[in-house]
């Protein structure tokens, strides 16, 4: 019988030194490579991934900051004719009659306007029907 022999040789890549991975690592930390290089494109291209992708992986708990409502609650828009459309909120209006709530929304206008008198306006409800603002359509004199 013949006996057959098995010899098992290792073909090992030659692996880098650690020494140079070492190396190699420390030069893209100190940022020692020249423009235009393969590892200066590698360094940019890393930097590039961390920008444009940490926000999906890491909270930086930053959030736009809440709309402060102006003091006075009242937003002036000036019209195309010359006059100006006021939003005024619900809250400074407390009455039910057309004559009374002219004159609170005219009491909450010439603070910010000065005299002026009211051309129209015209509630604005929520789905429910409630009253949120008024639009009030007023003339300098």
């Given at each position: 019988m013949q006996?057959?022999?098995?010899?098992?040789?290792?073909?090992?890549?030659?692996?880098?030194?650690?020494?140079?991975?070492?190396?190699?690592?420390?030069?893209?930390?100190?940022?020692?490579?020249?423009?235009?290089?393969?590892?200066?494109?590698?360094?940019?291209?890393?930097?590039?991934?961390?920008?444009?992708?940490?926000?999906y992986w890491i909270n930086y708990k930053d959030k736009p900051t809440a709309r402060i409502p102006h003091p006075t609650d009242i937003v002036v828009t000036p019209l195309a004719n010359g006059h100006l459309m006021y939003e005024i909120s619900r809250a400074a209006v407390s009455a039910q009659d057309d004559l009374t709530i002219r004159e609170q929304l005219l009491h909450a206008i010439e603070p910010v306007s000065g005299n002026v008198s009211i051309v129209s306006y015209q509630p604005v409800t929520d789905r429910s029907g409630n009253v949120v603002t008024y639009k009030v359509v007023a003339e300098r004199h």
């Open positions: 006996r057959a022999e098995i010899t098992t040789s290792s073909t090992d890549a030659p692996s880098l030194p650690v020494n140079a991975v070492w190396r190699t690592i420390r030069s893209y930390i100190l940022w020692q490579h020249e423009r235009g290089t393969l590892h200066y494109d590698i360094m940019v291209t890393l930097i590039l991934i961390f920008v444009f992708f940490s926000p």
